[in-house]
C-alpha cells in the first residue's frame, strides 16, 4: 500500500463525510470498526484514523481502502496523518479494574456462566454505572468507553477463562475474578452487590477523594510542588528499599522527630510500618534520582505536621518544636487543677 497517493485535501474531505453520515455510519459505510488508540482531531472532534484515511485513499488514490487493505498498524496511519499536518491523538480506555470485573462476573454468573447480549437490560444498566465517574475519571476515554457492546465483550471473555473454554482475551485479574466467583459464589455475589451500592452512593461526585495533605493548601501556593513531592515519597517500593536499609544498619523502625514505632504500639499490625519523607524538597533538588538517604523515617502524624504549612518544616526543626512543645504542656496540664499530667 502506498500513502503517497493520499493527500491533506482527501483527508478533509473525509472528515467532511464524516461529519455528514456521523460515526456509526461512516464506519459502516466504510467497513471500519472502532479506531482502538488514536484519532484525528480536528475542530475539537475526534476521527477513527484508519476508516478516515480508507475513504481518502477513495478521493486521491485509486480506490477506497478497506480495512484488510492496512498491513500496518494505527501507529503508521497516525505518523501519515501527522505529516499531512493533521493533529492525531492517543486515547487509550483505561483497563478494567477488578470492581468492574466483579460486577461484570456477577452478570455471568447469574446468566448460567454465558455471554450476556449487549440488547439485555442489566448489559444496558452496567454500562451507564460503569460509564459514570466513580470509578474511572471522565477523561481520556475513547466515545465507546464500557458502551453495552464492550460490556458484552467483557462478560464474553470472562466465560472464556472458565476451565475447558479457549480463552479469548481474559487477563490474569479476569481467571481470578472467574476462579474466585466459582469457589465462593455467595461471598462474591455479596462482594457485588457491595460494589454497585457504593458506586450508586458515589454518583457524581468527585472523582478522588480529597487528600487531606492537600487540604490546607490551596492551589496558588504552590500544590503541584506539594503534590510532586508526596507522590515521590509515597512510592511503595521506595519505602519497602529504604525499611530494609535501615534495618541492615541495624536502626529502629521508628520516627525520627518524636520516635514513635509502630510495632510498639499496634504489634505486628504495626511491624514494619512508616512513612518516608524527602528531606530535600523536590523545588530544591530538581527531578534527580532519590537517594535512600534523603529519605527520613517520619510517623505519620509528624509528616502531617510537616507538610501543614507552604513553608515546610526541616526534621530536625519538627524534633525542636516537640521538645519545645513537651515542655510546655506538661507545665500548662499542671497549672489546671484536677487535670493529670501528660
Ligand atoms: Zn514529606
Ligand atoms: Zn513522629
Not at 104 to 123: F, G, I, K, S, Y
Not at 174 to 191: G, H, L, T
Not at 227 to 233: D, N
Not at 247 to 276: H, K, L, S, V
Request: charge should be negative.
Amino acid at each position: 500500500m502506498a500513502f503517497d497517493d493520499v493527500t491533506g485535501a482527501a483527508v478533509t474531505a473525509a472528515l467532511q463525510e464524516f461529519d455528514r453520515l456521523g460515526r456509526d455510519q461512516f464506519l459502516e459505510a466504510t467497513g471500519f470498526g472502532h479506531a482502538k488508540s488514536y484519532f484525528l482531531e480536528h475542530d475539537g472532534n475526534l476521527y477513527d484514523s484508519k476508516a478516515i484515511v480508507g475513504y481518502a485513499h477513495g478521493i486521491s488514490g485509486d480506490r477506497p481502502w478497506r480495512a484488510s487493505d492496512f498491513s500496518g498498524g494505527e501507529k503508521t496511519v497516525a505518523d501519515l496523518l501527522r505529516a499531512l499536518g493533521f493533529s492525531v491523538r492517543f486515547v487509550r480506555n483505561p483497563a478494567w479494574t477488578r470492581d468492574e470485573i466483579v460486577l461484570a462476573c456477577a452478570l455471568v454468573e447469574a446468566h448460567d456462566w454465558r455471554t450476556v447480549a449487549q440488547e439485555r437490560p442489566e448489559v444496558v444498566e452496567l454500562s451507564r454505572l460503569l460509564q459514570s465517574r466513580a470509578i474511572h475519571p471522565l477523561e481520556g476515554r475513547t466515545s465507546d468507553f464500557r458502551n453495552p457492546a464492550g460490556v458484552e465483550r467483557k462478560t464474553g471473555d470472562l466465560v472464556s477463562c472458565l476451565p475447558g473454554h479457549r480463552r479469548t482475551n481474559g487477563n490474569r485479574l479476569d481467571i481470578e475474578v472467574v476462579d474466585a466467583f466459582r469457589a465462593r459464589p455467595s461471598e462474591m455475589r455479596d462482594e457485588a452487590r457491595a460494589i454497585e451500592v457504593a458506586l450508586r452512593e458515589w454518583g457524581d461526585g468527585p472523582h478522588s477523594i480529597e487528600d487531606p495533605d492537600l487540604l490546607d493548601v490551596s492551589a496558588n501556593e504552590g500544590s503541584a510542588v506539594l503534590r510532586a513531592h508526596l507522590r515521590r515519597e509515597r512510592s511503595a517500593s521506595l519505602r519497602r528499599r529504604k525499611i530494609a536499609d535501615a534495618r541492615r544498619q541495624g536502626r529502629e523502625i521508628a520516627c525520627e522527630a518524636c520516635g514513635f514505632n509502630f510495632e510498639t504500639t499496634y504489634g505486628d499490625r504495626g511491624a514494619d510500618y512508616i512513612e518516608c519523607h524527602h528531606r530535600t524538597p523536590l523545588h530544591e533538588s530538581g527531578p534527580v534520582r532519590t537517594r535512600l538517604d534523603d529519605l527520613a523515617l517520619i510517623c505519620s502524624n509528624c509528616h502531617r505536621m510537616i507538610h501543614r504549612t507552604v513553608a515546610w518544616l526541616r526534621v530536625d526543626e519538627l524534633t525542636d518544636l516537640l521538645r519545645r512543645q513537651r515542655g510546655q504542656t506538661t507545665v500548662a496540664s499542671l497549672d489546671r487543677p484536677g487535670s493529670e499530667p501528660v
